[in-house]
C-alpha cells in the first residue's frame, strides 16, 4: 500500500469523524459511577399529551449472519412484555401533536434520550430510574431517537437507537382537472416553500396517473397507519455498525465494563466487522416484510432510512431508479439542525449517500424496469411487448423478479472481516404487473 492510499482505519475516521454530528467526545469516567433518581418530569402544568409512549431501556443479544453472537442495549415499549428490539419499535405521531414519552432505565449505569431535531426531548435517566419528556411534534418527516450519554456515539452504537415518524397535519394534494387522483404525501404541503411543495406535488400526482407511472387510482403511495411499523409501500431501513469488541463490554445484569482504551476515543477506535440494516446482514436480509420492497407494477414504496453507524455508506438500488424526497440538516452550527429538509429539486438517483445520523426518504416508484423490453419491437407484433407477456405467463420469466439493493462502499458487503457479500445487501421485488395485489387480495 501506498503512503498515500486510504487504510481500513482511515476510512473510518472520514467516515465517522467527518460530522461533529457523529459524536467525538470522550465518554465521561462518571458513566460508571452510581447515581440516584432525580426529578425529571413534565411540569404539572403542561398541556394534556395526545400521543404517550413508554420506553425502557434493556439489554439484549442478536445472532450475527456468521453465527457470532453478541450482547446489545435495546429500547423496547413497556407494553411488549419483554420484546426487545433493535432498532427500537417505530414511535408514530402527526405534526402538531403534544407527545410525551416516558423513559425507564432497567440497566446498571446512567443512559440518555433525545430526538435529534427536537431540544425538548433531551433527558438523562439514573439507573432503576424514569423521566419523562413532552415536546410539540414537528413537521412531517423521519426523526432519530439515541442515547447520547456523555456527547459519544457509544450508546447508540450498542444498540440503543430508533425511528420517530411525524405524519403530516395536510399531506393530501389536491383534485382537479389534470389530476383525478388526489396523492398522499409524507409531508405538510402549506408548509413547505413553493419549489418544495410544486415539486412534491408534482411528482405524487405524476403517480398512477402518466405513462411512465401506471397504475390509476392504485398507483398512488398509501402511508402506514399509526399502529404499523411497516407496510407494503414504507419500509424503515436502520443502517448500523458493530465492533464485537464494543459489544463485549456490555453484560446482562451487570454494569456496563469499563474499557477506557476503547471508549476513550469511540470513533477512532471503532473497527465494524459487520454492516447491518435493521439488526440484520447478508443471508439474513433476504427476508422479511420490514426490509424486501415486494409490490406490483405502479404501485410506489417510501424507504426511510436512517444512518446510526459512524462509517459513511452509499446505497445503490438495481432495476429503477429512486426520487430523493428529504434529508436532515447535518449542520451542528445551523438553526434547524436536526430538523428535516424537503428537496425543492427531486433528483433521480441510483446511489445516494448516507453519511453518519443521517436521515433521508427515498421513493422507489415501481416502474417497469429498463431492463425488460417493453415497447413492441415491431409495430405489427403486439407480443413484442415483453412484459406484458411476463405478467400474461406467456414468457419463461417467473415472478417475482428480483433486484439487489447494497451498499457501494466495497467494505460494507461484507462481514467478519471480508465474508462476501454478507454485509449490507438485500433486495427488493416485483411481485407482478398493474392492479395485482388488488386481484390477490381479491383471490384471498
Known sequence: MTDHALTRRDWLKLGGASLLAAGTATVPSEVFAQYTCQVCDVPADAAPPQK??????GDTDARLVDGERVNLLAFRLASANGAWTVPGPVLRVTEGMTVRIKITNLRKEMHAFEITGIPESKTEVA????????FTAPVGGTYLYHDAFGNTPLYR????????VVAPLNGVTKKNATNPYPSHTPYSLELLTAPQRNNITK?????????????????????????EDYSHQEKVWVMQEIDPRFQALVVRGQQLLSAPQLTGDVVNNFVPRYFQLNNRSGFDLNKGEDICPDNYIGEPTLIRMVNVGIAHHSPHIHGNHVFRLSQADLDPASPTFGQVQVADNIFEVDTWSMWPMERR?????????????????????????????????????PFPLRYVVHDHVEMATTAGGGNYPQGMVTHWEIMGGLGGRKLQTARL
Open 52 to 57: 404517550t409512549f413508554e420506553l425502557e431501556i
Open 203 to 227: 411528482l405524487f400526482n405524476a403517480l398512477g396517473t402518466t405513462e411512465r407511472f401506471l397504475g390509476g387510482p392504485e398507483g398512488k403511495w398509501v402511508p402506514c397507519t399509526d399502529d
Open 157 to 164: 452504537l450498542l444498540g440503543l437507537h430508533g425511528v420517530l
Open 361 to 397: 426518504d427515498i421513493l422507489l416508484p415501481f416502474e417497469i424496469p429498463p431492463d425488460i423490453p417493453y415497447k413492441p419491437l415491431l409495430a405489427t407484433d403486439p407480443q413484442g411487448i415483453q412484459f406484458d407477456r411476463m405478467v400474461a405467463r406467456q414468457a419463461k420469466e
Open 127 to 134: 439507573p432503576n430510574c424514569s423521566c419523562w419528556v413532552q
